[in-house]
């Protein structure tokens, strides 16, 4: 029999799946009833499997009236650049500090997949490839209060690529390289100061596409209301 923490995870996998891969978009309702019939859950373990989503940015419980898939608004995403030039300016300090051949091919395996992604020009792989390469200069960093802080910041950081995967894949990639080459030659300022040019450059690019998909006017009460509506309507004969 299978244990309530499996169904919950399972439950979670799945949503954050489809969050991040923008089959679900930012605004959009998620009703309980459909998503455990779905996922084949009771309510117990779908809730809970909110519940995580919501401490990551992903999900915006409103109590007593339901979810939604977080609204990515261009205040969010400023904010999520704010902290991301911070923070991984400093991992590419650190993992330059660290970096030996041997700790340096797993980020050389994820740059390769990213260059192979962006030479087939397939989204579906360039993503989470330019996703993996930050997420290993963290771990290449070896620092675990910055692994730490900057672990919650991971789906919104590939959900925030995924949203806008129309971006110059090349120019990213061959920024990547640049960074990479930073870090293995252990120039420390070096890589800084690249990861930081690198991330500064996405901000522009990313909040105009941020204007586009945001629906920054999203209510959930006024979502909650709309639900109830709809419920309340007659069903035609």
């Known amino acids: 029999m299978t244990e309530p923490g499996s169904l919950r995870h399972r439950a979670y996998e799945s949503i954050k799946a489809r969050i991040v891969g923008v089959e679900l978009r930012p605004g959009q309702r998620l009703v309980e009833r459909d998503l455990a019939t779905e996922l084949e859950v009771s309510r117990i373990p779908l809730r809970e499997a909110l519940r995580m989503l919501a401490s990551e940015g992903l999900v915006l419980l409103v109590p007593g009236k339901g979810a939604l898939v977080a609204p990515f608004t261009p205040a969010d995403v400023n904010h999520l650049f704010d902290v991301r030039e911070v923070l991984e300016s400093l991992a590419a300090r650190l993992a330059a500090a660290n970096a030996t051949p041997d700790r340096l ?3 050389e395996a994820v740059l390769a997949e990213a260059i192979s992604a962006t030479h087939a020009g397939d989204p579906q792989r360039i993503a989470p490839a330019n996703a993996a390469f930050h ?4 771990e290449l960093a070896g620092n675990p209060l910055l692994s730490s802080q900057m672990r919650p910041l991971a789906a919104r950081t590939e959900w925030l690529f995924r949203l806008t995967a129309d971006r110059d894949a090349a120019e990213q990639c061959s ?4 960074l990479f080459d930073r870090i293995a030659a252990r120039d420390e300022s070096g890589a800084a100061a690249s990861a930081f040019a690198h991330i500064a450059a996405g901000r522009a690019p990313s909040l105009a596409f941020a204007e586009a998909w945001s629906q920054s006017d999203v209510d959930p009460e006024q979502i909650a209301r709309a639900r109830r509506r709809r419920r309340a309507e ?3 004969n």
């Open 234 to 236: 007659p069903t035609a």
């Open 105 to 107: 091919r797993p980020l």
């Open 135 to 138: 997420a290993e200069i963290i």
């Open 175 to 178: 920024e990547h390289q640049a």
